[in-house]
């Protein structure tokens, strides 16, 4: 089945280690987006991509990085994590820029900063 | 700016009707979806409006005011399964109409 992969699931690392974050699409779509979600809150889009064009939200923080190498795949790199980034990164799709066009979410990678 | 109200938690019974509330101001607007999410889950589509009126699907109903700058999802004849956040998103225009915005999420607890 077409779907959006994330891993790993589960990912632990230390205060200041950098970390990635993986996101593959089998659906072919040019659109991939990385959210970040705490705990009871709302997701909070960081980054997305269109095809190759890459577009940052204002306030997310450099800390956070993305690269996008193909079609299929695109990474979310956090170069030094603090306590305050711990939250589930999720990982979307969307076929196009045209109105009707959901967004297909992966499963989820939820970050662990000891 | 940007902005989008739920209700933070809603209760129901099995088998009865819930109408989740969703107001937004936003830039621009270029549809709005609602999604749902289990703990712990990714969140799943359930439906989208971009014109005024009601959009049905089986148990699930959205409608979308654009004036007003409201919109709801109807479920009904709830089951246990449906107990979940309903995340209401809204697609506005900056960034060639790639920006969603969610809300908060309305936590649904659906009770025997």
């Known amino acids: 089945d077409a779907m959006v992969i994330q891993n790993p699931r589960y990912q632990v690392t230390q205060f200041g280690k950098p970390v990635t974050l993986s996101c593959s699409q089998t659906?072919?779509?040019?659109?991939m987006y990385w959210y970040q979600q705490k705990s009871s809150q709302a997701p909070k889009l960081l980054f997305h991509?269109?095809?190759?064009?890459?577009?940052n939200e204002a306030d997310t923080p450099d800390n956070f990085q993305s690269r996008r190498p193909n079609t299929s795949f695109c990474f979310l790199d956090i170069r030094s994590p603090g306590l305050g980034d711990a939250a589930m990164y999720l990982c979307?799709?969307?076929?196009?820029?045209?109105?009707?066009?959901?967004?297909?979410f992966g499963p989820g990678t939820r970050l662990t900063v000891l | 700016g940007q902005n989008i109200d739920q209700p933070t938690e809603m209760t129901a019974t099995e088998g009865a009707i819930v109408q989740i509330n969703c107001t937004y101001q936003?830039?621009?607007?270029?549809?709005l979806f609602w999604y749902q999410q289990h703990a712990g889950e990714a969140p799943t589509f359930l439906s989208y409006?971009?014109?005024?009126g009601l959009e049905e699907k089986g148990r699930f109903s959205s409608f979308l005011s654009r004036s007003k700058g409201y919109s709801y999802l109807l479920l009904k004849e709830l089951q246990m399964k449906d107990s979940a956040s309903y995340l209401c998103?809204?697609?506005?225009?900056?960034?060639?109409?790639?920006?969603?915005?969610f809300g908060p999420g309305t936590r649904l607890s659906v009770l025997p």
């Open positions: 979307a799709t969307s076929r196009g820029q045209g109105a009707m066009n959901e967004q297909f």
């Open positions: 659906l072919n779509h040019n659109v």
């Open positions: 991509y269109y095809d190759k064009d890459f577009n």
């Open positions: 936003t830039s621009g607007f270029n549809g």
């Open positions: 409006n971009v014109l005024d």
């Open positions: 998103a809204v697609r506005d225009l900056d960034n060639y109409g790639q920006n969603f915005v």
